[in-house]
């Protein structure tokens, strides 16, 4: 007992986790880690409540869609519940390869490689191409996951101003023109729902000669052609090199996907850790994931819906004068540009049975403290009637 105590107090790390500022405020206010007892659509049940939900990334509102509920439970009996394994080792199957080439084939490129994440996915669409040496030109706003590419990486980073091409102009000028070179970028910004300026900054990169990464994972099944993307939007295929995405939200799955050239895809999975040291994506994922993709070129009213209900919410918001950052896609962020301000109005949401999320300084930028919000097709004109009476309960509190 007297060992034990002794030990306990000599390790540093334990005490760090112990004493932790960050974690004690999150245990006080609990504004995260909510846990819902049940979910039919756009409504979730919490501490025996029906909530709206309104920060869901399910924006075609697949997930409760016969034919991919269908699919799932046929390759969970068909295939089992994992496999277990490495796609590189013992993990790979034909739902694999045929997933992959559906994917490929429906974003305009040679080949796509499947992660278990789209965390990993798009980190590896970073690690595994850059190295020591590179220089990589980084949106100010990207996610955690391109960051950890990059760190990963080792290579040298430049940041530039979130989504602006001038400020990538200035910075990539200051780079040698023999420093092998990398930009990275989202199509739409996850927590501002900007597109991206596609145009004009992959125009720079041509003309540097920088490789493009793009993550996709909110610009897919949102925007483009049957929801193929950002890329597809501006029709401008071939000037991004890598496209990564995740399948947690438009395809109402989980995973992630890389698309490019075959010599591309092959590098890959030569050289990502992630994709060589990390389990296969089980029969059940991909078999959903595959069954959305097919939803997405078979029943085009889930993609109009979902624009016509982000059209009635941006309506609403503005008419209650709320800052969205110009979002210009289903993902809509509330700026309320400190801490003090949102948690009572996340709060006020919450008291009015609509769940959303808070998203505070350094997740977002200082000053831009938001609640992120984000629209499905799923969700109804009376669902939208009471979201609007809880934004305006909201604001009063405040
Ligand atoms: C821009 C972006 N990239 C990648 C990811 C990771 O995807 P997943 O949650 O499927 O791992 C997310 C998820 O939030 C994201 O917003």
Not at 53 to 81: C, I, Q
Not at 169 to 194: C, F, Q, W
Not at 238 to 250: F, L, N, Q, R, Y
Request: neutral net charge.
């Amino acid at each position: 007992m007297a060992l034990s105590f002794f030990t306990k107090n000599k390790k540093a790390l334990l005490a760090r986790c112990r004493d932790d500022y960050q974690t004690k405020m999150r245990l006080k206010y609990a504004p995260w880690y909510h846990s819902m007892e049940a979910q039919k659509g756009t409504t979730v049940r919490l501490a025996g409540k029906e909530m709206i939900m309104l920060s869901s990334n399910d924006y075609l509102g697949l997930s409760f869609h016969p034919k991919v509920v269908e699919a799932g439970r046929a390759a969970l009996l068909k295939w089992g519940t994992s496999t277990t394994g490495a796609r590189t080792s013992n993990g790979t199957r034909t739902y694999h390869l045929e997933l992959e080439e559906k994917l490929a084939d429906f974003l305009g490129r040679e080949a796509c490689h499947i992660s278990v994440a789209g965390y990993l996915a798009c980190m590896s669409s970073v690690a595994s191409f850059a190295q020591k040496g590179d220089v990589i030109l980084a949106d100010k706003n990207i996610h955690s996951c391109l960051w950890d590419g990059i760190r990963l990486s080792v290579a040298t980073v430049e940041r530039f101003s979130h989504n602006s091409p001038d400020d990538l102009r200035n910075v990539i000028a200051a780079v040698s023109p023999d420093t092998p070179k990398m930009l990275v970028i989202e199509g739409v910004y996850s927590m501002e729902g900007h597109i991206a300026r596609l145009p004009e900054l992959s125009e720079i990169a041509e003309e540097h000669g920088c490789f493009t990464v793009l993550d996709d994972a909110h610009g897919f099944g949102v925007l483009g052609r049957q929801g193929r993307g950002t890329v597809d939007h501006f029709g401008l295929n071939d000037k991004v090199d890598v496209i990564c995405g995740s399948m947690s939200k438009s395809l109402a799955s989980t995973g992630g996907f890389v698309a490019s050239s075959k010599d591309v895809i092959e590098y890959l999975r030569s050289h990502s850790k992630q994709t060589i040291f990390s389990a296969a994506i089980s029969p059940s994922q991909a078999a959903c994931a595959q069954a959305s993709l097919e939803i997405m070129q078979t029943e085009p009213d889930h993609l109009d819906r979902l624009w016509a209900n982000t059209r009635k919410y941006r309506a609403i918001l503005k008419s209650l004068g709320l800052d969205t950052w110009e979002s210009e896609t289903p993902a809509v962020p509330i700026v309320l540009g400190s801490k003090e301000r949102v948690y009572p109005f996340w709060k006020a949401l919450l008291d009015k049975g609509v769940f959303t999320v808070m998203s505070i300084a350094p997740g977002v930028p200082v000053g831009k403290d938001l609640i992120r919000t984000a629209i499905s097709a799923m969700h109804t004109d009376e669902q939208l009637e009471k979201i609007a009476d809880a934004m305006a309960y909201a604001l009063k509190k405040l």
